[in-house]
Nanobody
Framework: QVQLVESGGGLVQSGGSVRLSCAAS????????LAWYRQTPGEQRELVAR???????NYSESVKGRFTISRDNAKNTVYLQMNSLKPEDTAVYYC?????????WGQGTQVTVSS
């Protein structure tokens, strides 16, 4: 069973930086494709960044050049480094792990960017 626990959210000023972490257990981490999504009230969850088991990354246009996703297979952890934050980045951020039909989500961590 996939278990994912996010951490690192909080309140940050516009232009600031935050690093989110997501620790995984219950899976053979290195085989999984990982992603960060975010969601605001009344909106659908949207993909922010993805990193494959082969370390190929892609990003949404809204965060490209500001956010960086990375993974440490030795620590079973995926990260999201968020720089140059904007108020519109305010959301609950969720970690996701996928391999075939196995799909797991974390509980989410709130990031609030003040203007």
């Amino acid at each position: 069973q996939v278990q994912l626990v996010e951490s690192g959210g909080g309140l940050v000023q516009s232009g600031g930086s935050v690093r989110l972490s997501c620790a995984a257990s219950g899976i053979i981490f290195r085989f999984f494709h990982l992603a960060w999504y975010r969601q605001t009230p009344g909106e659908q969850r949207e993909l922010v960044a993805r990193i494959t088991s082969g370390h190929i990354t892609n990003y949404s246009e809204s965060v490209k050049g500001r956010f960086t996703i990375s993974r440490d297979n030795a620590k079973n952890t995926v990260y999201l480094q968020m720089n140059s934050l904007k108020p519109e980045d305010t959301a609950v951020y969720y970690c996701n792990a996928v391999l075939g039909t196995t799909n797991g989500w974390g509980q989410g961590t709130q990031v609030t960017v003040s203007s």
